[in-house]
């Protein structure tokens, strides 16, 4: 039973409407039309409103921020290389012109498939006609609660910030450090995992910590800082071909990052790395990029979930037994990835894919029209190393070099919403690149006055 009834007058949700003659007019003005709630406004729920709003269904998104996040860019913000603002941007001016979409910033903290409801953290429950979650993925610590505790990580706009705070004091507190291996410590970078997220990052830290600790830091000049990419397996930048990782590790190693291989990180406590063979290591900066869940929404369905906590879906992007049900981008597991076993990569291009393949499987059977399997484009992958180099496995060509990097540079100006926002980003790699300054050095916020009271 989902808590809430007495908030129900307050709410500016509509609050219950399984029929058409019950139904209360929203704000958008649409009674009488089967309503689709979606959950999460990031690549997928997007998306899936777009594909939406040329049908008669009245549509709720909800998202817990009341922005959507271009996380491609994200360890751009962590390195202090661009604003916040400029990879985020505000919900309700993407919805603003889709007449029958509402959008409510909110958390959804439960799902009753029976009921055909949702439970926001605060507010009475909210009745669909259709679900789509789209919430995304978190990340996966194995259980590893102190590890959790003890790292940084990136899956969001404020924990982006946080690195960038955590990274710029580093330099600050070791320039008033006076015993060399503390010192030491707090100059030693360290990223766990080596998929895209994790070489990006560390080619970032590279590209950005060295200049920046020659140009304004010489009392630090005695001890050079390390920035250091931890892998568990035998390989880095895993699902590219091998001649692309041999390139990518190459690049990576050119800029000054260590590699290290084969080092299962078993627990990260006060700044020590424990490895699973034994061998102990400090680091002032532990970032966790090793991998990732499915939101936590997931577990809410009642239903036994698949490798990384996702939720098993039919080929047409719904629940087994529950067609009214869809659940789509890093939260699906779906098999028939290249025509095989493999589940579908949890990147962005398959969470838009499935969003407008779900869109029009909705539209489907409001039409009464058969729904369609989802066919996915494989429009291939990218993975930037620094601000000149990257790797790119794209429509069966495999580039590298400057040439991969400006693919990767156009392809990531072109998905970035709002003209502003892609403005913001160009000056701000034009700035940084000619000046090799970075943009975001200020140490604030809320987070910083917090620390030192
Ligand atoms: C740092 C980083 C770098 C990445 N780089 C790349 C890349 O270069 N290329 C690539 O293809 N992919 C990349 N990805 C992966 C890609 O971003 C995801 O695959 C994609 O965002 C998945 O889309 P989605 O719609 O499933 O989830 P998301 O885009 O993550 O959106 C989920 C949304 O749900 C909201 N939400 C979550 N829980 C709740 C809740 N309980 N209630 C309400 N709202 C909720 C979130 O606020 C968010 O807006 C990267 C991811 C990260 C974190």
Redesign the pocket.
Known sequence: VLPGDNLQQSSPIPDTAQTDKERPTDSAGKAGLPRVVV???????LNLVRGLSRGEVEVIL????NY??F??L??QVATAELIPDSIAFPIREVVRKYHQVTFHM????DVDLQQKQIQLQAGPPLAYDYLVL????TNNYFGNETTARNTFS??DVDQAVEIRHGLLKAFEKASLEPDLNRRKKLLTFLIIGSG??GVELSAAFAELILPLVRKYYPALADVPPRIILVEAHTTMLESFPKGLQKKAQQHLERLGVEVLKNHEVTQVENGEITFKHGSKMQAGTVVWAAGVRA?P?AEKLGIKLAHGDRVPVEPTLNLQDHPDVFV????AYLEGYKGGQQSYP????V?IQMGERAAKNILAQVEGRPMKKFHYLDKGQ?STIGRKDAVADIFNLQLSGLLAWLVWAAVHIYYLLGMRNRLLVMLGWAYNYLTYNLAMRIIGGASNRKENQ
């Open positions: 959950v999460g406004s990031g690549f997928g729920g909800l998202d817990r921020n959507h996040g996380w491609p994200l360890y909110a958390e959804v903290c789209a919430a995304g993925s990136l899956k895209p997220t939101s929404l789509i981008g890093d939260m949890g990147v962005a291009q969470a990218l």
